[in-house]
């Protein structure tokens, strides 16, 4: 799910007044579970040596007792004793408050379907294994839960704001792609990356993309695409380093500040940037001309 969905109107039938649904495990069918399995082999293959170690650590709370798409309810029992999280069923994108509500309250919402065969490696809508085998091992971190919580309460009061926008791109380059400094050097912890075979090789390796030390208000700026491959990419020093920005930065006067300046282009290098690589943006131009 991400945190700038825009939905509006009423839960669908079946839903809760939350839009929580029933995940139905009963309901997958061999083939849905095959798919987790193979999504899940060649990712978990992929990533040591690529993913945080927050991320791998917390990859275990995926290895349940059934096989195949985790059961939400059991899945959340370990969630909950590890950070007090737990996973809730959505039919697919919800309303804005409602997503942040579910944030600041420690639930994290998922789809409960799976993409097919043919969309292994590109599904438009986040579906149960993005949700799931990208979001939740780093709900298992408890500085990075509180991180999630913190957000969801920053996106309660950035609807107040009408600065959903900028709170989105927030999100965007550090839930969904973001980057983090370790001792090995770089690695990956954003859901949109270590979901993704290609992202999770592209963002660490590619030499197209920019890479940029985190700066919140630089990231506020920045427009991102939804599309394809990111052009820049932003690397936090620590998750501590991240909460700690999080919780002690005043929103408001921050919001009033970025509505005077332009917004970035998503392949910018401006003044002040700490670049820790600057991108040739040849994948994006060659995309361009194909």
Do not use: C
């Not at 349940?64 to 959340?76: A, N, R, T, V, Y």
């Not at 919800?94 to 097919?116: E, K, Q, T, W, Y």
């Not at 900028?166 to 980057?179: D, K, M, N, Q, S």
Request: aromatic fraction near 12%; avoid cysteine; proline fraction near 6%.
């Amino acid at each position: 799910m991400s945190a700038d969905t825009h939905v509006l109107g009423r839960p669908p039938a079946g839903a809760k007044p939350d839009w929580t649904i029933p995940q139905d495990w009963a309901a997958y069918t061999p083939e849905d579970h095959a798919t987790w399995d193979l999504l899940f082999a060649r990712q978990a293959a992929l990533l040591p040596g690529r993913a945080s170690e927050s991320w791998l650590r917390g990859l275990d709370v995926l290895k349940l007792s059934k096989p195949g798409i985790p059961d939400f309810g059991e899945l959340s029992d370990r969630l909950t004793k590890a950070t007090g999280w737990q996973v809730v069923a959505v039919p697919g994108l919800v309303p804005d408050a409602v997503f942040f509500d579910h944030l600041a309250n420690r639930r994290f919402v998922a789809g409960n379907f799976i993409r097919r065969r043919d969309q292994l490696d590109y599904l438009q809508e986040p579906d149960v294994f993005h949700d799931v085998f990208g979001h939740v091992p780093m709900l298992a971190d408890p500085v990075f839960a509180d991180y999630m919580v913190a957000y969801g309460l920053g996106g309660l009061r950035a609807l107040e704001y009408g600065s959903l926008t900028r709170l989105a791109r927030l999100y965007w380059y550090t839930v969904e792609f973001g980057l983090v400094e370790e001792a090995g050097g770089l690695r990956i912890y954003g859901s949109g990356i270590v979901s993704s075979k290609g992202e999770s090789i592209f963002a660490l390796d590619d030499p197209s993309p920019n890479r940029i030390g985190f700066d919140l208000k630089r990231v506020m700026r920045t427009d991102y695409r939804i599309d394809d491959y990111q052009q820049s990419y932003f690397v936090i020093p620590s998750f501590e380093e991240l909460l700690r920005v999080t919780v002690e930065t005043d929103f408001a006067p921050l919001y009033a500040a970025l509505d005077g300046l332009p917004d970035l282009a998503v392949d910018a290098i401006v003044d002040g940037d700490r670049v820790l690589t600057r991108g040739t943006q040849a994948y994006a131009a060659g995309k361009r001309r194909g």
